[in-house]
C-alpha cells in the first residue's frame, strides 16, 4: 500500500513571499511524482510532474526531489492570491497506473 | 487545449439505484481512470482501463462498481446500487500511455446519494 503524506496545516503566506510544501512517501519503487493544484469544489490541476533527483523549474514553481529520502516538495516563488489553493501530492509506481494522493496542504496568500 | 469532460456534474440520487457517470477523455490518450474523493478526504483512485478492459482496481472498487468504453469517445462508469458512503466527487481522468505519464482530470461529476 503506497502512502503518501503530507503533514503541514495550513500555510499562511504573504503576497510576493515563497511558500514551501513538502511530501513524504512510503514505496521506495515509486517513479514518477506530480503536483496538482486543486481549488475548492474543483477538480485537480497539474502544476509540475518530475522524474529525477534534483530541481526542475517552470516559472514561480519549483519541484525538488530526492528518492534517497522518499521527499519530494514544492516551491511557489513571488506566490499570489491567486495560488491560495489545496495542494496535492501524488505518486506512481514502476509498472502500474495508478495515483497515490497525499492529503492535501492548504495554502492562502495573504494580499 | 483538449481537455478531459464530465457529465452530469452534480447527480442527486436515491439509495439503492443505480448512476452512469459518462466521460469523455482527451481524444489520443490511450488510458483512463475513475478517482473519487469524498468531502475533506484524499483523491482516491479506484480503476484504471486500456484497450477495453480493466488494467488495475482499488479494494474500493467492488462488484457493484463497472467501467465501459461504449463507444469510440465516451468512458463511464456504473454505480449498481448506490449507498449513502457513496455520495463523493468523482474524477475521470486520461493519460497518453501508462506507468509515469501525466494524468489530466476531468472537471468531476459531484454524486449525492440519499
Known amino acids: 500500500q503506497k502512502e503518501v503524506e503530507q503533514n503541514s496545516g495550513p500555510l499562511s503566506v504573504p503576497e510576493g513571499a515563497i511558500a514551501s510544501l513538502n511530501c513524504t512517501y512510503s514505496?521506495?519503487?515509486?517513479?514518477?511524482f506530480f503536483w496538482y493544484r486543486q481549488y475548492s469544489g474543483k477538480s485537480p490541476e497539474l502544476i509540475m510532474f518530475?522524474?529525477?533527483?534534483g530541481d526542475k523549474e517552470d516559472g514561480r514553481f519549483t519541484a525538488q526531489l530526492n528518492k534517497a529520502s522518499q521527499y519530494v516538495s514544492l516551491l511557489i516563488r513571488d506566490s499570489q492570491p491567486s495560488d491560495s489553493a489545496t495542494y496535492l501530492c501524488?505518486?506512481?509506481?514502476?509498472?502500474?497506473?495508478?495515483?497515490?494522493f497525499g492529503k492535501g496542504n492548504q495554502v492562502v496568500v495573504i494580499p | 487545449e483538449p481537455e478531459v469532460t464530465q457529465t452530469p456534474s452534480h447527480q442527486v440520487t436515491q439509495m439503492g439505484q443505480e448512476v452512469i457517470l459518462r466521460c469523455v477523455p482527451i481524444?489520443?490518450?490511450?488510458?483512463f481512470y475513475w478517482y473519487r474523493q469524498i468531502l475533506g478526504q484524499k483523491v482516491e483512485f479506484l480503476v484504471s482501463?486500456?484497450?477495453?478492459?480493466?488494467?488495475?482496481k482499488s479494494e474500493i472498487f467492488d462488484d457493484q462498481f463497472s467501467v465501459e468504453r461504449p463507444d469510440g469517445s465516451n468512458f463511464t462508469l456504473k454505480i449498481r446500487s448506490t449507498k449513502l458512503e457513496d455520495s463523493a466527487m468523482y474524477f475521470c481522468?486520461?493519460?497518453?500511455?501508462?506507468?509515469?505519464?501525466?494524468?489530466?482530470f476531468g472537471p468531476g461529476t459531484r454524486l449525492t446519494v440519499l
Open positions: 481522468a486520461s493519460s497518453p500511455r501508462t506507468g509515469t505519464d501525466t494524468q489530466y
Open positions: 514505496d521506495r519503487g515509486s517513479q514518477s
Open positions: 518530475i522524474y529525477s533527483n
Open positions: 501524488a505518486v506512481n509506481g514502476y509498472g502500474n497506473n495508478r495515483l497515490a
Open positions: 481524444s489520443n490518450h490511450l488510458y
Open positions: 482501463f486500456y484497450n477495453n478492459e480493466i488494467s488495475e
